[in-house]
């Protein structure tokens, strides 16, 4: 049977390597600075209000009114930029007359710290997040521990609102309320030639700065001899609860065989919610075997179902326990890679490969209509689909073409090379445009 790779598989390589990347230098080399933590969950919490607002791929909590995105500089700096909708254009998140947008007088301004960042909106903060680790803190020094900035919507009053242990690894995607965050963290240890990993759904709210552990995964992780990985991985939330996923992966040996071993995935879908003053689990269903992929949108998860000869879409209303089928044999192209891409426009869309040439595929879950989306463009050799940054009411923000352009870069000894480059340009596509793959796109004023 064909395997479907998603999202989820790979966020479960990347715990496998950071695993890995542990194994070479014990992660307690670097002081734990998160604050202490305290586990709460009230019974009235409005799950519904948790809404996603970051996955990596796109802003999704851009205001209605624009994006924000981040710009690196020749020197590894960068800047955060903000894309008005209303007149088309990019400028430097800053209003100070001649800044340079170069130092930390400009609120624009990242300095260059070795590790990477995300910059999305949840309620009325910016927030700032830098990806570190023990091994960016032991180069680059304690600038890049792992931690969180807040800030207006125009840039001002930044400040760290909270710096987690260099272990700890921040899983994406992350809700917000709009007064505080929440997402899934994985936190590497390594005891002797023993690599470890916790994970915790944790929330930190933004007038505290300090992690509550929502719930703890530990007691709930396989046990047994053959298990070789079970990350845990954030759905979303629904009304009810926050909706979690494991995949225990297992090589199961018996006496005396040799040759090679196949591994076994178990996946398990569960649902957290609130009873006595705590969140507790419950199973939603589970599954064996690798050849699905899921997706949370509002009370609804859908399910990819691919076998040799078809690929299916269903979906399962987490409220009534109703399942539907949405759509059959979906034209992905023959691939075995299809993932869900995200919602938009409450369209979902889902994207594979074949032939080297990318393949998108849009449903509408209402009225169960499915369209192919063929708006593509090139960067060098290479076909991509025209991506989604981020939503507006009616028009989506997207990168439609890339141009290779020359930038002078000065070395450690003061030389000066030119660098090709490469940078995407970006314009709004009218929602219906999008729908029916027509390219009209309305192109961004260049940022000055």
Not at 35 to 55: L, Q
Not at 143 to 172: F, Q, W, Y
Request: proline letters at 5%; charged letters at 20%; aromatic letters at 10%.
């Amino acid at each position: 049977m064909k395997k479907l790779f998603y999202r989820f598989i790979l966020c479960a390589a990347v715990c496998g390597l950071l695993c890995a990347l542990a194994g070479c230098k014990p992660a307690s080399s670097v002081p734990a600075s998160t604050p202490p933590a305290s586990s709460t969950a009230a019974s009235d919490t409005d799950y519904s209000a948790y809404k996603t607002v970051y996955t990596g791929e796109s802003t999704y909590g851009g205001t209605a009114a624009g994006a924000y995105r981040l710009i690196y500089r020749a020197d590894g700096s960068s800047n955060i930029t903000y894309i008005d909708y209303a007149t088309r254009s990019e400028i430097y998140l800053c209003n100070r007359p001649n800044c340079t947008h170069d130092n930390e007088s400009c609120t624009s301004w990242l300095p260059m710290d070795g590790i990477s960042k995300d910059v999305f909106v949840a309620g009325d903060h910016l927030v700032i997040l830098y990806h570190g680790s023990a091994s960016d803190v032991d180069e680059f020094g304690p600038a890049s521990m792992p931690h969180i900035d807040i800030a207006n919507l125009d840039g001002s009053e930044r400040k760290t609102l909270i710096t987690l242990d260099a272990a700890c690894v921040m899983n994406l995607p992350i809700l917000s309320d709009g007064n505080s965050l929440v997402f899934l963290t994985t936190t590497v240890r390594q005891t002797g030639n023993v690599v470890s990993s916790a994970n915790q759904l944790v929330r930190i709210p933004f007038d505290e700065g300090k992690m509550q552990v929502l719930y703890d995964f530990s007691a709930d992780t396989p046990q047994g001899d053959d298990l070789i990985d079970c990350p845990w991985f954030l759905y979303g939330a629904t009304d009810n609860g926050f909706i979690v996923k494991t995949i225990a992966v297992s090589v199961p040996v018996k006496p005396g065989q040799t040759g090679i071993v196949q591994e076994v995935q178990q996946h398990n879908i569960y649902k957290l919610q609130a009873q006595n003053g705590k969140l507790a689990m419950e199973e939603v269903f589970s599954y064996p075997g690798g050849a699905y992929g899921e997706y949370l949108y509002h009370n609804d998860l859908y399910q990819l179902t691919l076998d040799d000869t078809n690929v299916s879409l269903s979906r399962l209303d987490l409220t009534t326990g109703k399942k539907e089928d949405i759509a059959d044999h979906l034209s992905v192209g023959g691939s075995d890679m299809i993932s869900f891409t995200g919602v938009y426009g409450g369209k979902l869309t889902l994207s594979s490969w074949h032939d080297n040439a990318p393949v998108r595929v849009m449903v509408d879950p209402d009225t169960h209509e499915v369209k192919p989306c063929t708006l593509t463009y090139q960067e060098g050799e290479q076909e991509k689909s025209v991506w989604i940054f981020a939503e507006s009411k009616d028009a989506y923000l997207v990168v439609f073409r890339c141009e290779l352009y020359n930038e002078a870069v000065k070395g450690k000894l003061g030389d000066v090379r030119n660098m090709n480059r490469v940078r995407d340009i970006y314009g709004l596509i009218d929602k219906q445009d999008y729908w029916n793959s027509v390219p009209n796109y309305k192109p961004l004023t260049p940022l000055s």
